[in-house]
C-alpha cells in the first residue's frame, strides 16, 4: 500500500485527484486530503504519507512552508507541487525542498496517473533499498560477533599477532590502545570464587546475545565467546594510560555494568580489569585482569589497586623494558638492541658499583627473552641448555663484555623469531603460488586460496603483496594471460575455447583483460604470432 496526502484548498481540484487516483490503482492506495497548510502538517504527523502533492496558494500557511515543516520529520516522502502559478522563485524553493516536479494547473489525468506511478516506483526503490540495508545489517549482526570473538582469542593464546591490523580493520578501530576486562560469572561461591554447573549459559545463545547487549549499551568495545565462565572484552581508547579520575570512572562503570548483568541474567559477576596498553600488546592487559580477579574477592578490582601487586622502585625505565620485550616479541633486532643499550647504560649510570645485580638483571633478561622464543615455537628448551650462562656472566669483569653478551644472546633470540616469520611467509606464499599455478583455470578467489594456506584472506592478502610486490588479483591475472598468450599460438583453439581454458567464462570480459594487459586483442596477438587467423567459430 502506497499512503497519498492531496493538500489543496480547491475542494473540487481535491476530490477529482483523489478519485482518479483510487480509480486508477485500485486496493494499492490509501488517500487522505487537506485543505490548507495548517491541516496538511497536522495529517502528516500520524498519517506518515509515502507521497505528497501540495498546492503552493492556500491560505495561512502556504504549501512551501506546510513542506518545510514536513520535511522536518518526514525526510522520506516523495513530494510534488501543484501551483496555477508558474514562479520561479517558488520552484527555487520547491527544489531545496527536494520537490520531485513543479505541476501546473490545470493538470491532466495522464500527467497526474504518471507523476503518481512515478512517484510510487520511487517509493518501491526506497523500500528495496531499506530492505537491502537491513539484510545487510543482519547479517553484520551475525559477523561481527565472531570476527570480535577472533580477535579476543588470539590475545588470549599465546604466539603471533599476525593478524590483528586486519581485525582492527575488519571492526573499524581507530584507537591506538585499549585494556581488557574479564568477567566472571556463576551461580553460586566457594571459597571466593564463582562457580557455575556444568555448561550453565556457555551454549546458550541468548545468554550471549544478552551479555553483549548490556555490556555494548555502556561502552564501545570487542567481546568474546564465553569459556568455561569467563568472557573476555576488549575496550579501545585514546588515552595512553587512565589517569586516576578517569580509572575511577571505568570502574564504577563496570559495577554498573556487572549490577545489570547480575539483574537481567540471573547470576552473579565479578569483573578484573587490565592496564592500558597498545593494541597490539593487549595480550598483557588480558593477563593483568585475570591476575586482577585471581588476587582479590572484590567485585570489580582493577590491577592498580592489588594491594599485592609489586611496584617499580626509583627511576626504574619500566617503558624501556615494556619496548624491549615488544621488539623481542616482533622479532625486531635493529629496536632490540636500541632499547637494550638504552637500559644498560641507565644500569651503569644509576648503579656503576652493583655489578651483582646488573649481571643478575642481564640474565633475567636473556632467559625471558628465551623463553619467548621457546612460546613462539623458535627455540627448544633443555634443562641443561644454560649450563654455561652463570659462570660467563660472572667471569666478565668490564661491563662492556657483559654488554656484548647480553646482545649476542637477545639476538639470537630476535632472529630466530623474525627468521620463523619469514620462513612462514615463504612457505605460505610459495603454497599459494603453486595452488594457483594448478588451478588457474577454475574459479578461484582469495578465500579459496588462503583457505588453502591455512591463513585469514586478510592476512594472506599482505603477506602475498609484501613477498610479490602485487597483489593475489594481479598475480592470478598474469598467469592466465601467460598462459593464454601461449594456447593462442595453437592453431585448433578458439579464443572462446582459450577463454575457458583460463578461468574466464565470458570471452568479451578475457578480450578486454588481455587487451589491457597486452595493449592488443587476443585475435591481434595471434596474428602478430605469424598464426593463421581465427577459425570461423571462434
Known sequence: MYRILIADDEGLMV???????????????????????????????YFHPD??????????????????????????????????????????????????KYLTKPVSRSTFLSVTQEAMNRVDSMRQRRSDQLKVQEKLETIIPVVENGLVGMIMMPGEMQ??????ELL???????????????????????????????????????????????????????????????TPCEQEKLEYEERIRVIEETRRITGRLEEKLGLKFRAGIGRVHKTDELRLSYQEALQALQESDSRVIHTNDLVTKG????????????????????GDVEGMRIQADLFFDWMLRRYPDNRDNIRLKVLEYVITAEKEAFRAGTMNYGFEMRNSYLT????????????????????AVCLSIRNKREEQSETVVSKAKAYIKENYGRDISL??????????????????????????IEYLTKIRIDKARQ???????????????????DPNYFSRLFRKQMDMSPREYRESQGGSLEKARG
Open 15 to 45: 476530490e477529482s485527484l483523489k478519485n482518479m487516483a483510487l480509480k486508477a490503482f485500485p486496493d494499492q492506495l490509501e488517500v487522505e486530503t487537506a485543505r490548507s497548510g495548517r491541516a496538511a502538517i497536522e495529517l502528516a504527523e
Open 51 to 100: 507521497i505528497i502533492f501540495m498546492d503552493i496558494q492556500m491560505p495561512g500557511i502556504n504549501g512551501i512552508e506546510a513542506l518545510r515543516e514536513i520535511r522536518r520529520f518526514n525526510q522520506t516522502a516523495q513530494c510534488y507541487v501543484i501551483s496555477a502559478y508558474d514562479k520561479f522563485d517558488y520552484a527555487q524553493e520547491a527544489i531545496s525542498l527536494g520537490v520531485e
Open 163 to 168: 593478524d590483528f591490523q586486519y581485525y582492527k
Open 172 to 234: 573499524d578501530i581507530t584507537e591506538e590502545n585499549g585494556f581488557v576486562t574479564v568477567y566472571w560469572f556463576g551461580s553460586e561461591v566457594r571459597d571466593g570464587k564463582l562457580f557455575s554447573p556444568v555448561g550453565i549459559g556457555v551454549q546458550n545463545q541468548e545468554f550471549q546475545n544478552q551479555f553483549r547487549a548490556i555490556v555494548k549499551s555502556f561502552r564501545k568495545c570487542m567481546i568474546g565467546s564465553a569459556i568455561s565462565n569467563r568472557i573476555v572484552v576488549i
Open 311 to 330: 611496584f617499580y622502585e626509583g627511576d626504574f625505565p619500566d617503558e624501556t623494558e615494556r619496548q624491549l620485550f615488544a621488539c623481542i616479541h616482533r
Open 392 to 411: 660467563e656472566v660472572c667471569a666478565f669483569e668490564r661491563y662492556e663484555l657483559l654488554r656484548s653478551w647480553m646482545m649476542e644472546k637477545l639476538t
Open 447 to 472: 578465500d579459496d586460496v588462503s583457505r588453502e594456506v591455512n591463513v585469514s584472506p586478510y592476512y594472506f592478502s599482505k603477506l602475498f603483496k609484501e613477498e610479490e610486490g602485487q597483489n593475489f
Open 487 to 505: 594456447l593462442l599460438r595453437e592453431e585448433n583453439l578458439s579464443i572462446k575455447e582459450i577463454s575457458i581454458m583460463v578461468g574466464y567464462s
